[in-house]
């Protein structure tokens, strides 16, 4: 056999076991099912496969510095697929980079081995490294905004570091505006940052949905799960229930054990909830006295306090934000439900109109979870039936939503602050406001 040949075969054994290793990683990303040990058995299976293959490919043709880096990177890939870190994964990959620094791909998968051993700074060098080595890449500048908001967690300049991570994703934007990873980081980018900023700016809502949107026009996109579940969770803060029910239920079509239709079911039963609350306070006998006994010194106080707002009754409402108004209602319900934010109540005004109230700056027990943020409000519920609300610059909605043969419609009032709400007359202390926190899971790139 000629040199020639020897080396042609060489190569066959590297691409054959560089397509498994694609093949693997395959599985690991786009393989979902309700049993993860059934997932587990399947990676393992291909794992072992490639690991056999890589042995397969003969001494001599791992003898110069490219091969041997070559066979160091796509044997500490193999040994990084699964979740947990793997120290002899870190040593291979370590060993690739030597024998090859420009070899970019070694670098990205370093870089993602010291992000699970929890070695954030390294990583981050790593993807800088790449970036120095072939200037902008999509991918290695969608990984370096997905690790900026990692770090970002209890930093000092959080903010600073999600607006890094804004910067990076729009970068790899710019290099292929086609390409849906790049859209769908810059969503989770934008996501994060409205939580960052004080969960006030909705305005970073709608731009993480508009990236979200662009992203499911990549077809390689419509195999992730988790493109539609974050974009329902935006849809829910929004209270555009419709929406958020379908992107939950094509979350679950990809991934069952996502719990993607447990999320549609709690929504389901909110809505159920609202509706039959509805229902019972509109026909209760109860509704014209509860009606007749709101003082409009309430009312007065919450104009008095706040000159430039006038009073009136939900009926005058436009839809959506209604600034320099005040809305003064009695408090006639408490709807319990699974989740934790927001709080609803069923309200009246003066007219005996009911209305839902969502209050998402008042503290009550639990913790939300985002898919990769959490919220946490301590104990304390502070407002109670019976109790006089008055309600500032809000936010009105007329809701028609349809749902699986099932038609939901009522009026509903949003409150995003405490400083919007005055009890009884009176303010609520600043100790009542809830505070929010960040907790980004690492996503396999």
């Known amino acids: 056999m000629s040199i020639e040949m020897e080396s042609n075969n060489g190569g066959d054994l590297f691409l ?5 290793i694609d093949n693997l990683y395959n599985i690991r990303d786009n393989f979902f099912t309700e049993k993860p040990d059934e997932k587990r058995a399947k990676l393992q299976q291909e794992y072992d496969i490639c690991l056999g293959l890589l042995d397969s490919i003969p001494q001599e043709h791992r003898k110069s510095p490219i091969q041997r880096a070559r066979y160091e990177y796509l044997q500490g890939k193999v040994l990084d697929v699964f979740a947990d870190y793997k120290k002899e994964a870190e040593d291979h990959l370590s060993k690739a980079v030597k024998l090859n620094p420009s070899l970019v791909d070694a670098w990205l998968s370093l870089g993602d081995c010291f ?33 900026e908001r990692k770090m970002a967690q209890g930093s000092q300049n959080q903010a600073e570091a999600i607006e890094q991570s804004i910067r990076h994703a729009k970068l790899a934007i710019k290099l292929d505006v086609k ?31 508009k990236a979200y949107q662009n992203a499911e026009k990549d077809e390689k996109m419509k195999t992730n799960p988790d493109l539609y579940y974050n974009c329902a969770i935006v849809n829910r803060y929004l209270e555009n229930y419709e929406r958020a029910l379908n992107r939950f239920e094509a979350a679950a079509s990809i991934d069952p054990g996502l719990r993607a239709l447990k999320e549609v079911q709690k929504m389901v039963n909110i809505l159920d909830k609202i509706e039959n609350s509805l229902k ?24 008095s ?19 320099e108004v005040a809305v003064s209602g009695k408090v006639l319900f408490f709807i319990k439900h699974d989740d934790v934010a927001p709080l609803y109540y069923v309200v009246c005004d003066v007219k005996q109109a009911c209305f839902v109230l969502s209050l998402y700056g008042i503290r009550d027990t639990a913790v939300l979870f985002f898919s990769f943020i959490l919220v946490y409000s301590p104990n304390g519920r502070w407002i109670k039936e019976g109790d006089e609300v008055s309600l500032l610059d ?8 349809s749902w699986k043969g099932k038609a939901y419609q009522f009026s509903s009032i949003r409150v995003d602050f405490l400083q919007q709400v005055l009890v009884n007359g009176k303010a609520l202390h600043a100790s009542q406001a809830i505070g929010t926190s960040i907790c980004a899971q690492h996503k396999q790139p």
């Open 115 to 147: 992000w699970k051993k929890g070695d954030l700074l390294s990583a981050k060098n790593c993807f800088v490294l790449a970036l120095s080595k072939v200037g902008q890449d999509k991918k290695i500048l969608c990984q370096l905004s997905m690790l």
């Open 179 to 209: 390409y849906g990873d790049s859209w769908y980081n810059l969503g989770n980018a934008y996501l994060t940052s409205f939580f960052v900023s004080g969960a006030w700016d909705h305005s970073k809502l709608q731009l993480a949905l």
């Open 280 to 303: 019972e306070q509109t026909k209760s006998k109860r509704l014209a006295s509860h009606a007749s006994s709101l003082s409009y010194a309430s009312s007065l106080a919450a104009v």
């Open 305 to 323: 306090s706040n000159p430039s707002h006038k009073w009136m009754t939900i009926d005058l409402l436009n839809e959506g934000l209604n600034k």
């Open 16 to 20: 054959e076991a560089s397509n498994a």
């Open 394 to 401: 809000t936010w009105f909605r007329r809701n028609d939503i």
